[in-house]
């Protein structure tokens, strides 16, 4: 689905089964960003042939942060020309969480090559200048990338529309998500471009997600830490 001239959109909407949005920004060299579950590849494929897009065409993928949903599909670029990038964080955490997730779901995770680790400052690809900025909390490594010429905040599972990352997973922090929340709402975004559910688009509505965001992640945050008091 394209959103911008040179940006595409593939929204995950099973009720059933999870996995990430995928995004695409076309051009000179052509990026994906968050490939998703390996097993749900063909999905992604049969979307982006509609609109006149294959993987073989694919020169970049970036990966917002370290968790199956949104990484196990760099494996289909393996064997190719393909460079893919994430943070050095995020590439050590998928490697000592493997073993966790695969006891956890019975499932076995696929191996991956990473040509580049990332780390946070201007990305240029294909004349395209991609700020990337760090943002764990959610995820060791967390990532997310600012499109500077589009004004497209691609945040990963930092922000949604409405919502926030999960901090109860391992490895995550609310004081450091909290922090990156902040980071991110300085940034001048005309499109949120979430890892899950709708993206939001207008200066002002994008603006005011991120103030209702930090509302409900203060409120979520007290909740807990009263949650967890201890009477004497």
């Known amino acids: 689905m394209k959103v911008l001239p040179n940006l595409y959109f593939y929204p995950w909407e099973s009720m059933?089964?999870?996995n990430c949005n995928t995004?695409?920004?076309k051009g000179k060299t052509n990026i994906l960003?968050?490939?998703g579950h390996y097993h749900l590849l063909h999905e992604l494929q049969r979307k982006m042939t509609g609109d006149g897009l294959s993987f073989d065409d694919i020169d970049l993928v970036l990966v917002t942060h370290p968790h199956p949903d949104h990484i196990e599909g760099i494996a289909y670029w393996n064997?190719?020309?393909?460079?893919?990038?994430i943070h050095k964080e995020a590439h050590e955490f998928i490697e000592k969480y493997r073993s966790f997730w695969e006891e956890a779901t019975g499932k076995t995770m696929p191996h991956f090559n990473v040509d580049i680790f990332l780390k946070e400052g201007t990305l240029r690809a294909g004349g395209n200048t991609i700020q990337v900025i760090y943002t764990p909390?959610?995820?060791p490594g967390?990532?997310?990338f600012f499109w500077e010429e589009s004004k497209v905040l691609f945040s990963g599972d930092v922000v949604?529309?409405?919502s926030f990352g999960r901090f109860d997973l391992p490895g995550a922090d609310p004081v450091l998500l909290l922090q990156s929340l902040e980071k991110l709402v300085s940034l001048d975004v005309d499109v949120l471009a979430p890892g899950h559910g709708?993206?939001?688009q207008g200066k002002g509505a994008v603006k005011e997600n991120f103030y209702i965001v930090l509302g409900l992640f203060q409120q979520t945050v007290m909740k807990s830490m009263q949650n967890n008091e201890t009477t004497l």
């Open 142 to 144: 967390s990532v997310c």
């Open 198 to 200: 709708p993206i939001i």
């Open 33 to 35: 960003i968050d490939p």
């Open 137 to 139: 909390g959610h995820a």
């Open 16 to 18: 059933t089964e999870n």
């Open 23 to 25: 995004f695409v920004i």
């Open 79 to 85: 064997s190719m020309d393909t460079v893919v990038a």
């Open 160 to 162: 949604f529309a409405q």
